[in-house]
DNA sequence: CTGAAAGCGCTAACAG
DNA sequence: CTGTTAGCGCTTTCAG
């Protein structure tokens, strides 16, 4: 049997009540006890049961993070900025991956509910009709990050999706490409959808007439990207520049286009989206749109506590800073 | 409040230990109450509660999993084999980063142990000797994946790190290299110091004096990498291979031989370490070690979740194989 | 500053 | 097949 607050309690001739308030470090405790307590405390090597005081407290100290896939890049580094701030505020953090499955988000939600979890981080693809209305009569604090929600009115952290694409296309606009191309993963992922919009509305602000064959649509792979570059490198009026909705996508285009000679910049520019680690992992080293990746978790745990906590927030929907950073890949 | 076992116990004209019972698919129930609770249960919205469930039977079908680095590409990728598994036997994983840390490992450790969880994977660099001991006396099972421990008797799952890397070096030797060079990550990781000794013994058993400028001993970064082969390169007698500790640090090995145009493979050969999805993304692609990181990571909690059932296990030391996969890195 | 006592919501014998 | 009854280990009033 472990040792529990009772036999503290005994051992040091003290109530449980005291030892309780010693280990929660509630200051009503003469200074005397409390020592008294602490000694017996780490004799008989006692350690709190966090189930028991979980039941007996209605609090667990431990979030869900729901995220699409761990071992994305992009994704991982999310979760590190989440767990960072999580053990910051000495909560624990319950990590599911979704593979961006509606049921499975479901499941996956509802099961950290049994769990009792204070508050959940969530990022997705796209909020299903049904999760959305699961988050929106949740016990608990939901804070979504990286994710659009449509319609719903869920506490976010993200940045201006549509925007940055904006930007990153009329980068290349601006290096006197009419009509970049746009190598898009997942459409029914609805960041992508986003940045699809902020390319369209760049590429139509100059009065150029949008040719289909420039929009690839594909997954958000290396080897997509590849197949992307081969597809455009094809055509019979070849793009001078493609914008590319992810940096791994992104070197699979430069390497596409390097793997039947064409040379980046030169031939033909490229610029990513998110600025993960990869960007400089290749060369030329690749142009991208700076999407702050650990912040976001981070941001997104730090509001999640101020939820938790029941603080006043004055702004539950956060958009973060971007920024274009032009290397190699772009003149 | 919430709708509680005892709510649905009356509602639906029964004992909680009934619901219970439904709750738990324990079959000693007529198929017409099971019914009835069941319906009552869907009406009244009952969520069981994991909490109380955890304290009264002693489990929490939680278990924990310390990591260096969630944001690593091969660690993530780790977890993700981890979490599977962990899912597919009804588990939930409580993450947490240690950044190699031996303090945080220490109370990452006892924090998981306070959260009651069911058991524990570790990933590290090296295990200090106080965490081993914390380690043989757990009230719970632990298994050590990725990781070489040194005198412990704790379960294992791993790669022979050693041979794996005397295989790659020697790929390099009968490439006609009589002297590959060394990249290193931290040597403070034990994985590291394996790989380093089956480098040497492949280099040595060639009667060849050891240069030590050949060896270079960094850290496990793609800067690392770039700044080692400048390194390497600048010698008066610069070598004609490297062998590389991880995938990371050889795609800068790589750029690093190529930004003061050396040409790989003609010029200089180099040999990765991991397969990570990074060796593909590089060109030339990376000839490396493969190291089923998934599996590792899947093969643990495989293994975790038999040593937590009781079921009796033969082996607990699983080393899973490993295999050399040459690419365009290598000629 | 300290103690007594009543639960938190559920499982697990045990009895029938 | 079903109900009764103790707890699991801790927090939290409420008194004093």
Redesign the pocket.
């Known amino acids: ?2 040792v ?3 036999d ?2 005994r051992e040091a ?9 010693v ?2 470090g ?9 020592k008294k307590v602490l000694g017996t405390i780490e004799t008989l090597g ?4 966090a ?3 979980g ?5 667990t100290t431990t979030v869900g993070a729901i995220i699409p896939d761990i071992s994305s890049i992009f994704f991982s580094e999310l979760a590190r900025g989440i767990e960072d701030i999580a053990t910051m505020y000495k909560y624990n953090m319950i990590l599911s991956n979704s593979d961006q499955n509606p049921d499975k988000e479901l499941t996956l939600f509802n099961s950290m509910l049994e769990k009792q979890v204070d508050g959940i981080v969530f990022m997705g693809g796209k909020i299903s009709e049904e999760l959305l209305q699961q988050f929106e009569k949740s016990p608990v604090p939901i804070v979504i990050a990286a994710t659009v929600q449509g319609t719903g009115d869920i506490p976010t952290v993200a940045i201006d999706y549509e925007q940055a694409a904006y930007e990153a296309t009329n980068l290349l606009v601006s290096h006197n490409h009419q009509h970049p191309a746009f190598v898009a993963g997942e459409t029914e992922i609805e960041t992508n959808n986003e940045k699809y919009k902020g390319y369209l509305r760049a590429v139509t602000e100059h009065n150029v007439e949008v040719k289909q064959e420039y929009i690839v649509k594909s997954t958000n792979t290396y080897d997509a990207g590849l197949k992307a570059a081969q597809q455009l490198a094809e055509l019979s009026d070849r793009p001078s520049a493609v914008f590319v909705s992810s940096d791994e996508m992104a070197l699979g285009v430069i390497h596409g286009f390097q793997d039947i000679g064409l040379n980046v910049p030169e031939d033909i520019e490229v610029v990513g989206y998110d600025n993960t680690r990869l960007a400089t992992m290749v060369r030329p080293t690749l142009s991208t749109v700076v999407q702050p990746t650990y912040d976001i978790g981070a941001v997104a745990m730090r509001l999640l506590t101020k939820l938790m906590n029941k603080e006043e927030v004055t702004d539950k929907n956060v958009t973060l800073p971007h920024r274009i950073i032009e290397r190699n890949s772009t003149k």
């Open positions: 049997m472990n529990t607050i009772y503290v309690a001739n003290v109530s449980m009540a005291t030892v309780s308030r280990v929660n509630n200051p009503n405790v003469k200074p005397a006890t409390r006692y350690r709190p049961n189930v028991a005081r039941l007996a407290s209605k609090r």
